[in-house]
């Protein structure tokens, strides 16, 4: 599928810093409550700006697909908030202001049993302070990201390796910085899937499932029926341990996911688990779909900014 779909809107602006015309196609489905409550949505675009610096601009984007104001972001060092930059305006109040928005994420019944205990995120692109904890005591590490917006505060388990910790962490902020949109709901998986996650090094798939995990809400599987075929004549030897109920649960991912233009990873998940009792549990429906999207039998389109021109 061609992301210039006919069912895709643009959203197209030029950087006021660089002067580059950048380019988004999305979903209508996936602009979200947020334009109807507020009349806009928040994008992030971190692209190689003037003087080939990386930067991040800001976007308010209304219901019409048009960016109604653009400000630049530039990261501080650690604790300082970021440098906030209106580039241009239309009717969108920008934040003269830097404070941070504090918000409290409900985590799910299971964060906390083992490993990880407390979760706070300072995310400078979108001027939020994102927290996710337990009472548990436990080790405190920091951790920031490459580029300085994403800075990542967690408590573990005394009996934890540090080092492990912080490759999870970093992988985690590097994700965030590179999210155009987060919901902000996705967040309160992270305590479980970490909890078990942090005890060894991550893994490539791994950081799969964690990339997969913060997009699925905005990001549209698509499978074709020639990759159905494909793993029905292939199932044997590409997953020699698959069982029955494993292999019916794949292929009714892939099915689900056949032709689709609309449905979100979230929509797709909701939709099986209704018929499949295994899938219960969206970490490892996440798990599932991040093997079929390695091996090639589920292709994902994610929102992401292309230059143009």
């Not at 970490?283 to 292709?299: A, D, E, K």
């Amino acid at each position: 599928m061609s992301l210039k779909s006919n069912i895709r809107q643009k959203i197209e602006y030029q950087c006021n810093n660089c002067g580059k015309q950048r380019i988004l196609f999305i979903a209508p489905a996936l602009q979200g409550d947020k334009v109807e409550s507020h009349g806009y949505s928040e994008y992030a675009d971190v692209h190689i700006c003037s003087n080939d610096e990386l930067k991040a601009i800001k976007l308010f984007v209304d219901t019409n697909y048009d960016v109604r104001s653009q400000v630049t972001v530039e990261s501080q060092p650690r604790t300082e908030t970021p440098v906030i930059t209106e580039m241009s305006g239309f009717n969108i109040p920008v934040p003269k202001k830097t404070e941070f928005l504090e918000e409290v994420i409900n985590p799910t019944k299971d964060f906390g049993g083992y490993n990880f205990f407390c979760l706070e995120i300072k995310d400078k692109l979108r001027q939020r302070k994102y927290i996710l904890k337990t009472e548990k005591e436990g080790k405190i590490i920091d951790s920031i990201s490459p580029l300085g917006f994403v800075e990542i505060k967690t408590k573990v388990s005394t009996d934890t390796d540090e080092n492990f910790v912080r490759e999870w962490v970093i992988s985690l902020a590097n994700t965030l910085e590179s999210l155009v949109y987060l919901d902000e709901a996705l967040l309160s998986y992270l305590g479980v899937y970490l909890d078990y996650m942090i005890t060894s090094r991550p893994k490539e798939k791994e950081l799969l499932e964690l990339n997969l995990l913060l997009h699925s809400s905005k990001a549209i599987p698509h499978s074709t029926q020639e990759h159905i075929f494909i793993f029905e004549d292939h199932v044997n030897e590409l997953f020699p341990e698959l069982n029955i109920v494993s292999y019916r649960m794949y292929k009714k991912i892939m099915q689900a996911c056949l032709g689709n233009e609309h449905k979100t990873l979230i929509d797709i998940y909701d939709q099986v688990k209704e018929k499949l009792v295994q899938v219960q549990a969206f970490p490892y429906f996440i798990t599932v779909i991040s093997t079929l999207v390695s091996f090639g039998f589920i292709n994902l389109e994610k929102l992401e900014f292309y230059t143009v021109g």
